[in-house]
């Protein structure tokens, strides 16, 4: 089991910049990609970006350029740098630990965490 808590939504501008942490516990050394998804009222979650335990990271076309994943070694935290905000980035961002244990795969998943961005 691998638990997992996000933290550093918020209310921002447009414009402004927010960081958010995901930190990760319980079967840690089982992980091997990590990532932030997420969801707008009324549509599916979808990735924002992620990071392989080998330094491989993907984002989605929307964000590039103006967000950022990064990661610990331990593997026990995860954050996303969001610059340039926009209102269309409003959703709630969850955090998504992908472990491999005794050769399955295992998704676990925070409680989320709001962003809204004003115009």
């Known amino acids: 089991q691998v638990q997992v808590v996000e933290s550093g939504g918020g209310l921002v501008q447009a414009g402004g910049s927010l960081r958010l942490s995901c930190a990760a516990s319980?079967?840690?050394?089982?992980?091997?990609?990590m990532g932030w998804y997420r969801q707008a009222p009324g549509k599916q979650r979808e990735l924002v970006a992620g990071?392989?335990?080998?330094?491989?990271?993907d984002y989605a076309d929307s964000v590039k350029g103006r967000v950022t994943i990064s990661g610990d070694n331990a593997k026990t935290m995860l954050y996303l740098q969001m610059n340039s905000l926009k209102p269309e980035d409003t959703a709630v961002y969850y955090c998504?630990?992908?472990?491999?244990?005794?050769?399955?795969?295992?998704?676990?998943w925070g409680q989320g965490t709001q962003v809204t961005v004003s115009s």
């Open positions: 998504n630990v992908r472990a491999v244990i005794i050769g399955r795969e295992y998704d676990y």
């Open positions: 319980g079967n840690i050394v089982s992980i091997n990609a």
């Open positions: 990071v392989t335990t080998g330094g491989n990271t």
